[in-house]
């Protein structure tokens, strides 16, 4: 990375803490059950975990909230959570983190998602949900409009997170693209695969490659610069970020550039939230002034220090300007 390349990236970095972002999505409690592995059980051939501890995070869109709060921004999600042993968890974890909780939406008819990973010695051992995946109430989503409306002015972009558990639906987001164009502010959004039609008219979309794949027909054997042109114009956007793996990123722009991005991690033990991260740093360069390939570059590194931590994990500005002041 040349050093006045590095230099501009080190400089948008550094107005992280301006940034403002309104974040819409689905929320979901985060339990981690830390233990070792000593036998197989004599029951079934299972490993039998010696639970030591268990902790709690945010997941969802507000792994997203928390990666900015982490970097300096200033965030106000809005989603639902129940009224329940969880949500009040959920709302308890995110006040313990700074978060702002006027986004915040109870309804007792549902159940606030809970994801519980089983971990030992450093390895996921397997994971189980507890959710209900219902499309929210019409009460529900006029109540996040509302805030939606009360906080679009004193936000800078607003980011939409779709993990398909009843939150983001054709109504939401026709109503808030057309506030959002109404007061010329970018929307971008980490799609669910089964709901790209939804996200006509936003500003930039986030998806992996088996994402992007899935949205074009006949697309298994289109190489992926063909899948990106036509995931820009199917959805009238001004980008496609899509996160490849090991294989790092590649970002197609209306303009019909094409930037390919290699992977920044140096080790990677755990994927959990790398996608949260990646949309967390993109929008915030966005918010800050930044084009989208310096964008697409800061998010990048961002994502390759967050899969060398276990768990759902953040990234500092401290270990993100390391990491970038380490850059070939």
Same mark, same amino acid.
């Given at each position: 990375?040349?050093?006045?390349?590095?230099?501009?990236?080190?400089?948008?970095?550094?107005?992280?803490?301006?940034?403002?972002?309104?974040?819409?999505?689905?929320?979901?409690?985060?339990?981690?059950?830390?233990?070792?592995?000593?036998?197989? +059980?004599?029951?079934?051939?299972?490993?039998?975990?010696?639970?030591?501890?268990?902790?709690?995070?945010?997941? /969802?869109?507000?792994?997203?909230?928390?990666?900015?709060?982490?970097?300096?921004?200033?965030?106000?999600?809005?989603?639902?959570?129940?009224?329940?042993?969880?949500?009040?968890?959920?709302? #308890?974890?995110?006040?313990?983190? /700074?978060?702002?909780?006027? /986004?915040?939406?109870?309804?007792? +008819?549902?159940?606030?998602?809970?994801?519980?990973?089983?971990?030992?010695?450093?390895?996921?051992?397997?994971?189980?949900?507890?959710? #209900?995946?219902?499309?929210?109430?019409?009460?529900?989503?006029?109540?996040?409009?509302?805030?939606?409306?009360?906080?679009?002015?004193?936000?800078?972009?607003?980011?939409?997170?779709?993990?398909?558990? *009843?939150?983001?639906?054709?109504?939401?987001?026709?109503?808030?693209?057309?506030?959002?164009?109404?007061?010329?502010?970018?929307?971008?959004?980490?799609?669910?695969?089964?709901?790209?039609?939804?996200?006509?008219?936003?500003?930039?979309?986030?998806?992996?490659?088996?994402?992007?794949?899935?949205?074009?027909?006949? +697309? %298994?054997?289109?190489?992926?610069?063909?899948? *990106?042109?036509?995931?820009?114009?199917?959805?009238?956007?001004?980008?496609?970020?899509?996160?490849?793996?090991?294989?790092?990123?590649?970002?197609? %722009?209306?303009? /019909?550039?094409?930037?390919?991005?290699?992977?920044?991690?140096?080790?990677?033990?755990?994927?959990?939230?790398?996608?949260?991260?990646?949309?967390?740093?993109?929008?915030?360069?966005?918010?800050?002034?930044?084009?989208?390939?310096?964008?697409?570059?800061?998010?990048?590194?961002?994502?390759?220090?967050?899969?060398?931590?276990?768990?759902?994990?953040?990234?500092?500005?401290?270990?993100?300007?390391?990491?970038?002041?380490?850059?070939?």
């Amino acid at each position: 990375m040349k050093d006045k390349k590095k230099t501009r990236l080190l400089d948008y970095l550094r107005l992280f803490s301006k940034a403002r972002i309104l974040v819409i999505g689905d929320f979901m409690l985060d339990q981690f059950v830390w233990g070792s592995v000593n036998r197989i +059980s004599p029951e079934a051939p299972v490993p039998v975990v010696n639970v030591q501890r268990e902790s709690y995070m945010p997941g /969802g869109a507000l792994n997203v909230a928390n990666n900015i709060r982490t970097l300096g921004g200033t965030v106000y999600p809005c989603g639902v959570v129940g009224r329940d042993l969880e949500g009040r968890m959920l709302v #308890k974890t995110i006040r313990r983190e /700074g978060i702002e909780t006027g /986004g915040v939406i109870y309804d007792a +008819s549902r159940r606030t998602t809970l994801k519980t990973r089983i971990i030992a010695h450093s390895q996921q051992v397997v994971r189980f949900d507890r959710e #209900k995946g219902d499309d929210i109430s019409k009460e529900d989503r006029a109540a996040m409009m509302r805030f939606i409306r009360a906080a679009i002015e004193k936000t800078d972009v607003i980011i939409v997170e779709d993990y398909g558990k *009843g939150v983001i639906q054709p109504a939401l987001l026709e109503e808030l693209l057309k506030l959002a164009r109404k007061h010329k502010k970018p929307v971008v959004v980490d799609p669910k695969e089964k709901h790209f039609s939804y996200y006509k008219g936003a500003t930039a979309i986030t998806p992996n490659r088996k994402e992007a794949y899935g949205a074009i027909e006949h +697309s %298994e054997k289109l190489p992926m610069k063909e899948v *990106g042109k036509k995931l820009l114009s199917k959805l009238a956007l001004e980008g496609v970020l899509m996160t490849l793996g090991e294989d790092g990123m590649a970002l197609f %722009e209306k303009d /019909g550039s094409v930037t390919q991005i290699p992977t920044a991690a140096r080790e990677v033990y755990d994927v959990s939230g790398a996608g949260d991260t990646v949309i967390s740093v993109f929008s915030m360069a966005l918010a800050v002034g930044a084009k989208m390939k310096d964008a697409a570059r800061i998010s990048n590194i961002a994502a390759g220090i967050v899969v060398g931590k276990l768990g759902t994990a953040t990234v500092t500005p401290e270990e993100l300007e390391r990491a970038l002041r380490k850059e070939p």
